[in-house]
């Protein structure tokens, strides 16, 4: 049985921390807000794999609707 799976780059990763910190310097709550809706666009890529603008080196572009920032992923799918 095939699964997707999701993991951020060590790149990756920084940056999405990095977005997280700027957001508490105007509001905790904002920054709870952004994971949240961050952890909503995983969970529908996974559902929905096929979603997703194409994007560069076969990457899908996710655009979050709230704040103005988009993420690259790579879907990988794992065999387990």
Same mark, same amino acid.
């Given at each position: 049985?095939?699964?997707? #799976?999701?993991?951020?780059?060590?790149?990756? %990763?920084?940056?999405?921390?990095?977005?997280?910190?700027?957001? @508490?310097?105007?509001? =905790?709550?904002?920054?709870?807000?952004?994971?949240? %809706?961050?952890?909503?666009?995983?969970? =529908? &890529?996974? @559902?929905?794999? @096929?979603?997703?603008?194409?994007?560069?080196?076969? #990457? @899908? =572009?996710? &655009?979050?609707?709230?704040?103005?920032?988009?993420?690259?992923? =790579?879907?990988?799918?794992?065999? #387990?």
């Amino acid at each position: 049985m095939s699964k997707l #799976t999701f993991e951020l780059d060590d790149a990756a %990763e920084a940056e999405f921390y990095k977005i997280i910190d700027y957001y @508490k310097q105007f509001d =905790r709550s904002l920054s709870h807000d952004f994971i949240q %809706e961050f952890e909503d666009a995983v969970q =529908r &890529l996974i @559902k929905f794999p @096929k979603a997703g603008h194409p994007y560069l080196h076969q #990457t @899908k =572009r996710i &655009l979050l609707n709230r704040f103005r920032f988009a993420f690259s992923i =790579r879907c990988l799918l794992s065999m #387990t």
